[in-house]
């Protein structure tokens, strides 16, 4: 029986377990990145292993998402990860240089390699046959300490693409259609597999805009094979050295398959507050739009940025418009200021950012109050613009461009001038004179501190005797953005948890962290999917600090319960999910005799208030209840190293 991509290059990084499906294995990895909102963390983190230089083959740290400096904490933290990258073998990419999954691809993705990174959206390198996999910070650290990452062997999803794509309807449309297909919690534990005749038309761009968006799905992550394409794109980038084809076999047999035909497929909207509340923009009639923002990791390549040029050449954007367009890196900044795209869009109105996450992060130009803002990024959770009112549309470029000139949603299919079709350059300009080397005398470096880095908190053992109240109740999908709030305000304090525990889930509940800090912590009860979205360790961290002891769900997303598991907070999800309905917010609750029931895997809570008890599952692996045992992940290392 042949193999998929996906288990070719599992099984040639496998180092713990089998290739059994479910069952958790261990995989070597090759290459690291982490990004400034939660690289700090993942450096003190890694400094807390003490390990003097990284066991990768690459690791690379970015600074692309905390770049507004109202204050000196942004850059304070900057230098803080230059210091330590370089002390401890670290490849640093200096602000400006660009959004870490943009840069990767173009200077560092190989495909065949494994790679972790401290960002939801690492597996955008999955558009160049990588396995890159998003993780918390811990696990990014242990990793470059050269320690295996653990993962749910996945089940491979085939998504067979058929036909080719219509003018005006790209990349984003085919990953919005999946999200369509599949929902945001669709994808939890399977890894998306892209395969089929419309494959050899996508450049690596366009499939690292559908691998990045893959991430909404809740997946583990997806991939592209290696071809010729690949080779050209790497030729390109000058390393072709780095190409190696690789595809799946034919005779792979895939755990599940989804069909979409590209000749049919029309250009799509995800609407407000979720990326798979898909419609057809041909659908939604006049919609007048107040911001229109391109750019982020799913959209800001070059040959994106040209296609807008290309339709705004010219024009004017409308009236009620505002345009921000973010370029994704500065090698794209550059060729379009030398081809005279930029001049393009500057002319058009369009406002231009630094080469940053930008807006997506809520890093500025939060849209006004009741707002409709069309972007091309890749989440639309209610409150991340920064404008809690604000309706965030997801569209791909062509749409964003077609609009900002009408004033209204539109579909790019109407614009009816020839667009010249854009190809990837025969050669990118390449100038990587703002990633910095490691030191070849790392002795010498001194780490720079700034007075915002604060320890982190660490969990203590398991006791045996878990009580406290339900300290909230929460609905389905609650995203990280909910447990840990990120803005303009708030990401200058990622090292600093006690700051940002005040904030911890207020956009469900203002008094929660007083109410946590008045009950010397407790529990969080939640819907399903619980901490879909982003892989901050800090939505893990902050409950820590409040005393949250575990979490009750329905269902868990995956990076963030690993998250919970790494700081020693227990994920218990409902047997029965009526049990849910059953708890109010404030029962008394607790669990005896945990460390025996975490070991089999079924725990018991008791609801004192109510006389009640319900059952709960406890379905990780060996290692992890280990790990809750210890009092998470640094505990247990250091238990094994004694
Ligand atoms: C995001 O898109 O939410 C982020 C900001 O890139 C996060 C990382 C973070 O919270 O810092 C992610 O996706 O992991
Ligand atoms: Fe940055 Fe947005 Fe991409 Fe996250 S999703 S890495 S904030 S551009």
Same mark, same amino acid.
């Given at each position: 029986m042949g193999l998929t991509l996906t288990e070719k290059i599992i099984k040639s990084h496998l180092v713990k377990g089998d290739m059994t499906k479910g069952s958790e294995i261990g995989i070597r990895i090759d290459n690291t990145l982490t990004q400034d909102s939660t690289g700090t963390m993942a450096y003190l983190q890694f400094e807390a292993l003490s390990i003097d230089q990284v066991k990768t083959k690459r690791s690379v740290a970015y600074i692309d998402? +905390?770049?507004?400096?109202?204050?000196p904490e942004n850059a304070d933290d900057h230098l803080y990860i230059q210091t330590v990258a370089k002390k401890h073998g670290i490849y640093f990419s200096k $602000?400006? +240089?660009?959004?870490c999954h943009q840069v990767n691809l173009e200077r560092f993705d190989v495909p065949g390699e494994t790679l972790i990174g401290s960002d939801s959206h690492t597996p955008t390198a999955g558009g160049m046959g990588m396995l890159a996999i998003g993780a918390g910070g811990l696990d990014v650290a242990v990793a470059m300490g050269g320690g295996e990452y653990y993962i749910i062997n996945p089940k491979v999803v085939k998504v067979n693409l058929k036909g080719k794509l219509n003018t005006m309807v790209s990349a984003k449309d085919i990953i919005l259609e999946v999200l369509r297909q599949v929902t945001v919690k669709g994808g939890v534990g399977k890894v998306f597999e892209y395969i089929g005749?419309?494959?050899?038309?996508?450049?690596i761009p366009e499939r690292a805009t559908i691998c990045n968006m893959g991430a909404e799905l809740g997946a583990t992550t997806s991939i592209f094979p290696s071809d010729e394409k690949t080779k050209e794109f790497l030729e390109a980038q000058g390393r072709v050295e780095d190409f190696k084809e690789l595809s799946a076999d034919k005779d792979a047999v895939y755990d599940e398959e989804v069909v979409i035909n590209l000749d049919e497929l029309q250009p799509l909207v995800a609407c407000p507050?979720? $990326?798979?509340k898909v419609e057809k923009v041909s659908g939604i009639k006049n919609l007048k739009v107040n911001q229109i923002a391109i750019g982020s990791c799913t959209n800001s390549s070059f040959v994106d940025l040209m296609k807008v040029s290309e339709i705004l050449k010219g024009k004017t954007i409308a009236e009620n418009v505002s345009l921000v367009i973010a370029p994704g890196s500065k090698q794209v900044l550059t060729m379009l200021s030398k081809n005279g795209a930029l001049a393009n869009l500057v002319s058009a109105g369009a406002r231009i950012l630094e080469c940053a996450c930008g807006p997506c992060i809520g890093m500025g130009q939060s849209p006004s109050t009741d707002a409709v803002s069309l972007r091309t990024f890749n989440r639309n959770f209610e409150g991340r613009s920064g404008t809690v009112s604000a309706k965030v549309y997801l569209v791909s470029p062509e749409t964003a461009a077609v609009s900002a000139l009408t004033g209204v949603l539109t579909d790019p299919r109407e614009f009816k001038e020839t667009v010249e079709k854009i190809e990837i350059p025969e050669k990118f300009l390449i100038n990587d004179n703002l990633i910095v080397s490691p030191s070849k005398t790392p002795e010498d470096i001194e780490i720079v501190r700034g007075p915002n880095i604060k320890p982190f908190p660490k969990a203590k053992p398991l006791s045996d005797d878990i009580t406290g109240k339900a300290l909230i109740k929460v609905e389905d999908n609650i995203t990280t953005d909910h447990i840990m709030p990120s803005n303009a305000k708030l990401l200058p304090f990622r090292s600093n948890i006690p700051h940002l525990a005040d904030f911890c889930l207020t956009p469900c509940d203002k008094d929660f962290p007083k109410n946590a800090k008045e009950n010397n912590g407790g529990f969080i009860v939640a819907g399903s999917n619980y901490g879909q979205g982003s892989s901050r360790e800090h939505a893990a961290l902050a409950p820590l600090y409040l005393g949250i002891k575990a979490v009750f769900a329905k269902s868990f997303a995956r990076i963030h319960k690993a998250n919970l598991i790494n700081n020693g907070i227990i994920p218990l999800v409902f047997e029965s999910e009526n049990d849910y309905d059953k708890i109010s917010k404030g029962d008394e609750l607790e669990i005896n005799d945990t460390i025996n029931q975490v070991q089999t895997g079924t725990v018991y809570v008791e609801n004192i208030s109510k006389g009640e008890k319900y059952k709960m599952i406890l379905d990780i692996p060996e290692r992890q209840k280990d790990m809750l045992i210890c009092g998470g992940k640094l505990n247990q290392i250091k238990k094994s190293e004694k």
């Amino acid at each position: 029986m042949g193999l998929t991509l996906t288990e070719k290059i599992i099984k040639s990084h496998l180092v713990k377990g089998d290739m059994t499906k479910g069952s958790e294995i261990g995989i070597r990895i090759d290459n690291t990145l982490t990004q400034d909102s939660t690289g700090t963390m993942a450096y003190l983190q890694f400094e807390a292993l003490s390990i003097d230089q990284v066991k990768t083959k690459r690791s690379v740290a970015y600074i692309d998402h +905390n770049i507004l400096q109202t204050g000196p904490e942004n850059a304070d933290d900057h230098l803080y990860i230059q210091t330590v990258a370089k002390k401890h073998g670290i490849y640093f990419s200096k $602000p400006g +240089n660009g959004i870490c999954h943009q840069v990767n691809l173009e200077r560092f993705d190989v495909p065949g390699e494994t790679l972790i990174g401290s960002d939801s959206h690492t597996p955008t390198a999955g558009g160049m046959g990588m396995l890159a996999i998003g993780a918390g910070g811990l696990d990014v650290a242990v990793a470059m300490g050269g320690g295996e990452y653990y993962i749910i062997n996945p089940k491979v999803v085939k998504v067979n693409l058929k036909g080719k794509l219509n003018t005006m309807v790209s990349a984003k449309d085919i990953i919005l259609e999946v999200l369509r297909q599949v929902t945001v919690k669709g994808g939890v534990g399977k890894v998306f597999e892209y395969i089929g005749e419309g494959v050899k038309y996508l450049s690596i761009p366009e499939r690292a805009t559908i691998c990045n968006m893959g991430a909404e799905l809740g997946a583990t992550t997806s991939i592209f094979p290696s071809d010729e394409k690949t080779k050209e794109f790497l030729e390109a980038q000058g390393r072709v050295e780095d190409f190696k084809e690789l595809s799946a076999d034919k005779d792979a047999v895939y755990d599940e398959e989804v069909v979409i035909n590209l000749d049919e497929l029309q250009p799509l909207v995800a609407c407000p507050h979720s $990326p798979d509340k898909v419609e057809k923009v041909s659908g939604i009639k006049n919609l007048k739009v107040n911001q229109i923002a391109i750019g982020s990791c799913t959209n800001s390549s070059f040959v994106d940025l040209m296609k807008v040029s290309e339709i705004l050449k010219g024009k004017t954007i409308a009236e009620n418009v505002s345009l921000v367009i973010a370029p994704g890196s500065k090698q794209v900044l550059t060729m379009l200021s030398k081809n005279g795209a930029l001049a393009n869009l500057v002319s058009a109105g369009a406002r231009i950012l630094e080469c940053a996450c930008g807006p997506c992060i809520g890093m500025g130009q939060s849209p006004s109050t009741d707002a409709v803002s069309l972007r091309t990024f890749n989440r639309n959770f209610e409150g991340r613009s920064g404008t809690v009112s604000a309706k965030v549309y997801l569209v791909s470029p062509e749409t964003a461009a077609v609009s900002a000139l009408t004033g209204v949603l539109t579909d790019p299919r109407e614009f009816k001038e020839t667009v010249e079709k854009i190809e990837i350059p025969e050669k990118f300009l390449i100038n990587d004179n703002l990633i910095v080397s490691p030191s070849k005398t790392p002795e010498d470096i001194e780490i720079v501190r700034g007075p915002n880095i604060k320890p982190f908190p660490k969990a203590k053992p398991l006791s045996d005797d878990i009580t406290g109240k339900a300290l909230i109740k929460v609905e389905d999908n609650i995203t990280t953005d909910h447990i840990m709030p990120s803005n303009a305000k708030l990401l200058p304090f990622r090292s600093n948890i006690p700051h940002l525990a005040d904030f911890c889930l207020t956009p469900c509940d203002k008094d929660f962290p007083k109410n946590a800090k008045e009950n010397n912590g407790g529990f969080i009860v939640a819907g399903s999917n619980y901490g879909q979205g982003s892989s901050r360790e800090h939505a893990a961290l902050a409950p820590l600090y409040l005393g949250i002891k575990a979490v009750f769900a329905k269902s868990f997303a995956r990076i963030h319960k690993a998250n919970l598991i790494n700081n020693g907070i227990i994920p218990l999800v409902f047997e029965s999910e009526n049990d849910y309905d059953k708890i109010s917010k404030g029962d008394e609750l607790e669990i005896n005799d945990t460390i025996n029931q975490v070991q089999t895997g079924t725990v018991y809570v008791e609801n004192i208030s109510k006389g009640e008890k319900y059952k709960m599952i406890l379905d990780i692996p060996e290692r992890q209840k280990d790990m809750l045992i210890c009092g998470g992940k640094l505990n247990q290392i250091k238990k094994s190293e004694k």
